[in-house]
């Protein structure tokens, strides 16, 4: 079952200032943004998605957001859940080589540019998540990962692979 949760302007203003401290931050560090102008206003716009959409599962799962900047994988998103954020709904969850195997990692989709009212699809653990059938090339100039079917995620009305 897919649920639903609405930001508000507020929420986005948070979003967007934490999605540009964390680009600014990958440079600080020597972490890759883009070559272009063009690169870099790209992984603004997905740090922003990350951003707001790590705020609406908070929203949805109430317990309050944290916002953090490069924790990288010491700590999990939000509550024990690594969040991915997709641009568009019927977008898949997104698990690399290098994740945790006993994480759970959910899915939440919004449209791109963010609108202000996410999608939340379910979850999988990490390990659960990388299977041979799915490793694929998403064709964004990275390495190859798990592109995870919507169909495959566990929904939140079971505690079944938490």
């Given at each position: 079952m897919?649920?639903s949760?609405?930001?508000d302007?507020?929420?986005?203003e948070?979003?967007?200032?934490?999605?540009?401290l964390r680009v600014?931050?990958?440079e600080r560090?020597?972490?890759?943004?883009?070559l272009?102008p063009?690169?870099?206003?790209?992984?603004?716009?997905i740090?922003?998605?990350?951003?707001?959409?790590?705020m609406?599962?908070a929203?949805w799962?109430?317990?309050p957001f944290?916002?953090?900047?490069?924790?990288?994988k010491t700590?999990p998103d939000?509550?024990?859940f690594e969040v991915?954020?997709a641009?568009f709904h019927?977008g898949?969850?997104?698990?690399?080589?290098d994740?945790l195997?006993t994480?759970?990692?959910v899915l939440v989709?919004?449209?791109?540019?963010?609108s202000l009212?996410?999608?939340?699809?379910?979850?999988l653990?990490g390990?659960d998540?990388?299977?041979?059938k799915?490793l694929?090339d998403g064709?964004?100039g990275?390495?190859?990962?798990?592109?995870?079917p919507?169909?495959?995620?566990n929904?939140?009305?079971?505690?079944e692979?938490v």
């Amino acid at each position: 079952m897919v649920e639903s949760v609405t930001l508000d302007e507020k929420d986005f203003e948070i979003g967007y200032g934490l999605g540009l401290l964390r680009v600014s931050e990958s440079e600080r560090l020597g972490c890759s943004t883009g070559l272009t102008p063009q690169g870099r206003q790209k992984v603004i716009e997905i740090h922003v998605l990350g951003a707001l959409g790590e705020m609406a599962f908070a929203r949805w799962l109430g317990v309050p957001f944290v916002a953090t900047v490069n924790t990288f994988k010491t700590r999990p998103d939000v509550g024990e859940f690594e969040v991915r954020t997709a641009g568009f709904h019927n977008g898949k969850l997104i698990i690399r080589d290098d994740d945790l195997d006993t994480r759970p990692y959910v899915l939440v989709t919004s449209t791109h540019p963010p609108s202000l009212e996410f999608r939340i699809h379910g979850f999988l653990l990490g390990k659960d998540g990388k299977k041979e059938k799915w490793l694929t090339d998403g064709g964004n100039g990275r390495a190859p990962a798990y592109f995870v079917p919507q169909s495959e995620l566990n929904s939140f009305e079971s505690t079944e692979g938490v």
